[in-house]
């Protein structure tokens, strides 16, 4: 910011602090409880700045000159303060408003008609206590979004920043969000995604929240606040000490590392920051080489050639975007489509060849076979080496045409990629002069990398889907699981649930596995932590 005047409470501008909670009109009671306090306080410092100004000077004119920014900077920091008071009480209100609304719903319609005209629970505008007694008890949630964009204007080039920060209540409700320019030299994207943090971190606790996520779509920022990485460059060192002491003052700071579409809202802040700093457009050309699009997720101008349009729907997207969304999906199990919401057009192997690995795209290739192949069809190579998916009426078929004998009754098959021959029926290589019923009396016990699979799955509490075999494991949530054969259980018990319907007697949820636990999150291995990528 420009302004050398400071808040006491942090170095955030207020100014840009915007409350969603419509403002009641009332008698400006904020301020008559500050009028003794700030009275006292600026009384106090003005004196102070007097006595300064009645040491020997250069000048008289100098010391006036001194004078009047001391006075400027005290009525700023008073003023500042009233507008924390304020934004404290509107925060508090909006919590009070959201239980009350909850209680009322919940009352049963018979008492409500008897008693509701009598209901009332009116919030006690002004007290400090109340504010902080409604802030300390409720969980917040923190999105944040740094963006550095060096834009081409006439014949100059200039890097910009800025920052973005939305906070919300634990149904998703908007309370809060900041935005603002950075200013100064050798801004990269790792300090500008830190600084967004530390601002949102600072805001929250102005406010007296106490417990609260925040959300990350940066996967090398996240191993470092959370202490797997060790930053190397000691700018962004110093900013992840700074995040951790602020985590620190919080009692309960939780982290999530998230799809970059989940911090839209942040992002869009973050851009609206850079464009009112700069207050001008990249200039347009009429080279095609040299024409911008922007990117609706992370709200970057990108080359129109890094852009990516969906066959079918053309929703467009930058290769960055394009490339996390893909590779997150992948990572889950699940085939990607559109990131555009309620948007169901596939994505083929081909067009994504442009920005995907080769290792991811063979996975996504498995993928689709995968979903090609329904769950009770499925049939692995049992050779670790080779693991192929086929179908078991490919394998069939092809066992027939490549092997001798009665194939279909013995249960023998071979695999179309390694050629090794393996059991349909006992999933294991094949058992030459034995029967499977033999085979099974003489192994008892399963496999040991199935051994250490059910252990590990017994001690971290997943499930097996019945339908596909698959392993889940709940993270957060309720315990209705949709698999992604699409059979729905229930986490719990493993009943069905039918017709988005329960079958067992279970909760629906446990508080628990509602409020996240940062130490569950995947340490996704990154090249160059310290680079500016997002």
């Given at each position: 910011?420009?302004?050398?005047?400071?808040?006491?409470?942090?170095?955030?501008?207020?100014?840009?602090?915007?409350?969603?909670?419509?403002?009641?009109?009332?008698?400006?009671?904020?301020?008559?409880?500050?009028?003794?306090?700030?009275?006292?306080?600026?009384?106090?410092?003005?004196?102070?700045?007097?006595?300064?100004?009645?040491?020997?000077?250069?000048?008289?004119?100098?010391?006036?000159?001194?004078?009047?920014?001391?006075?400027?900077?005290?009525?700023?920091?008073?003023?500042?303060?009233?507008?924390?008071?304020?934004?404290?009480?509107?925060?508090?209100?909006?919590?009070?408003?959201?239980?009350?609304?909850?209680?009322?719903?919940?009352?049963?319609?018979?008492?409500?008609?008897?008693?509701?005209?009598?209901?009332?629970?009116?919030?006690?505008?002004?007290?400090?206590?109340?504010?902080?007694?409604?802030?300390?008890e409720s969980d917040f949630r923190l999105y944040f979004k740094g963006l550095v964009s060096e834009e081409q204007v006439g014949d100059q080039k200039l890097v910009l920043a800025g920052?973005?920060?939305?906070?919300?209540?634990?149904?998703?409700?908007?309370?809060?969000?900041?935005?603002?320019?950075?200013?100064?030299?050798?801004?990269?994207?790792?300090?500008?995604?830190?600084?967004?943090?530390?601002?949102?971190?600072?805001?929250?606790?102005?406010?007296?929240?106490?417990?609260?996520?925040?959300?990350?779509?940066?996967?090398?920022?996240?191993?470092?606040?959370?202490?797997?990485?060790?930053?190397?460059?000691?700018?962004?060192?110093?900013?992840?000490?700074?995040?951790?002491?602020?985590?620190?003052?919080?009692?309960?700071?939780?982290?999530?590392?998230?799809?970059?579409?989940?911090?839209?809202?942040?992002?869009?802040?973050?851009?609206?920051?850079?464009?009112?700093?700069?207050?001008?457009?990249?200039?347009?050309?009429?080279?095609?080489?040299?024409?911008?699009?922007?990117?609706?997720?992370?709200?970057?101008?990108?080359?129109?050639?890094?852009?990516?349009?969906?066959?079918?729907?053309?929703?467009?997207?930058?290769?960055?975007?394009?490339?996390?969304?893909?590779?997150?999906?992948?990572?889950?199990?699940?085939?990607?489509?559109?990131?555009?919401?309620?948007?169901?057009?596939?994505?083929?192997?081909?067009?994504?060849?442009?920005?995907?690995?080769?290792?991811?795209?063979?996975?996504?290739?498995?993928?689709?076979?995968?979903?090609?192949?329904?769950?009770?069809?499925?049939?692995?190579?049992?050779?670790?080496?080779?693991?192929?998916?086929?179908?078991?009426?490919?394998?069939?078929?092809?066992?027939?045409?490549?092997?001798?004998?009665?194939?279909?009754?013995?249960?023998?098959?071979?695999?179309?990629?390694?050629?090794?021959?393996?059991?349909?029926?006992?999933?294991?290589?094949?058992?030459?002069?034995?029967?499977?019923?033999?085979?099974?009396?003489?192994?008892?016990?399963?496999?040991?990398?199935?051994?250490?699979?059910?252990?590990?799955?017994?001690?971290?509490?997943?499930?097996?889907?019945?339908?596909?075999?698959?392993?889940?494991?709940?993270?957060?949530?309720c315990y209705h699981m949709t698999c992604r054969c699409n059979y729905e259980f229930c986490y719990n018990c493993g009943a069905e649930w039918k017709h988005k319907k329960a079958t067992?007697?279970?909760?629906?949820?446990?508080?628990?596995?509602?409020?996240?636990?940062?130490?569950?999150?995947?340490?996704?291995?990154?090249?160059?932590?310290?680079?500016?990528?997002?």
């Amino acid at each position: 910011m420009t302004s050398t005047s400071r808040v006491p409470f942090s170095s955030v501008d207020y100014d840009f602090l915007t409350v969603s909670d419509h403002r009641q009109d009332h008698d400006f009671m904020e301020i008559d409880t500050l009028e003794s306090d700030t009275e006292f306080a600026f009384n106090l410092q003005l004196q102070e700045a007097l006595a300064a100004s009645l040491a020997p000077q250069p000048s008289s004119s100098a010391a006036a000159s001194v004078l009047v920014g001391m006075e400027q900077a005290l009525k700023d920091s008073v003023q500042s303060e009233i507008e924390l008071r304020r934004a404290r009480d509107d925060l508090a209100r909006a919590i009070h408003d959201a239980k009350v609304a909850r209680e009322i719903v919940e009352i049963p319609d018979d008492e409500w008609e008897q008693s509701g005209a009598d209901f009332a629970k009116p919030f006690d505008v002004g007290s400090s206590s109340a504010a902080a007694a409604e802030s300390e008890e409720s969980d917040f949630r923190l999105y944040f979004k740094g963006l550095v964009s060096e834009e081409q204007v006439g014949d100059q080039k200039l890097v910009l920043a800025g920052i973005g920060v939305a906070i919300c209540d634990s149904r998703g409700n908007l309370v809060f969000e900041v935005k603002k320019p950075l200013i100064g030299n050798g801004l990269s994207r790792n300090s500008a995604q830190l600084k967004a943090l530390i601002e949102g971190l600072t805001v929250a606790l102005c406010l007296g929240m106490k417990r609260i996520t925040f959300f990350c779509d940066n996967n090398p920022i996240f191993q470092f606040i959370n202490g797997k990485w060790s930053a190397k460059q000691q700018k962004v060192l110093d900013l992840v000490n700074q995040v951790k002491s602020l985590r620190s003052k919080f009692t309960q700071c939780n982290s999530r590392l998230v799809p970059r579409l989940e911090i839209k809202f942040a992002s869009k802040l973050a851009r609206e920051a850079i464009e009112s700093h700069s207050q001008m457009k990249p200039a347009e050309s009429s080279n095609s080489k040299n024409v911008k699009e922007t990117c609706v997720i992370c709200m970057e101008d990108s080359d129109v050639s890094q852009i990516f349009s969906v066959d079918g729907c053309l929703h467009r997207y930058c290769f960055s975007c394009m490339k996390q969304h893909v590779e997150v999906k992948l990572f889950d199990g699940i085939l990607p489509k559109c990131p555009h919401e309620a948007c169901k057009s596939d994505l083929s192997v081909d067009s994504c060849v442009k920005f995907l690995t080769p290792k991811h795209v063979d996975t996504m290739r498995q993928r689709i076979k995968e979903a090609s192949i329904p769950a009770t069809d499925r049939v692995y190579c049992p050779y670790p080496r080779c693991s192929l998916l086929m179908s078991k009426s490919e394998v069939l078929q092809y066992a027939k045409e490549t092997l001798t004998g009665a194939v279909e009754r013995s249960g023998l098959r071979r695999c179309m990629k390694c050629q090794y021959r393996f059991c349909i029926n006992c999933k294991v290589p094949w058992h030459k002069s034995i029967t499977c019923a033999d085979y099974k009396r003489s192994n008892p016990n399963p496999p040991e990398e199935d051994t250490k699979l059910n252990s590990l799955a017994s001690s971290k509490l997943w499930r097996q889907c019945v339908k596909c075999s698959h392993m889940i494991e709940l993270i957060e949530g309720c315990y209705h699981m949709t698999c992604r054969c699409n059979y729905e259980f229930c986490y719990n018990c493993g009943a069905e649930w039918k017709h988005k319907k329960a079958t067992c007697k279970c909760p629906l949820w446990h508080e628990g596995n509602i409020v996240h636990d940062e130490d569950s999150e995947s340490d996704e291995e990154e090249s160059d932590p310290d680079s500016d990528s997002d």
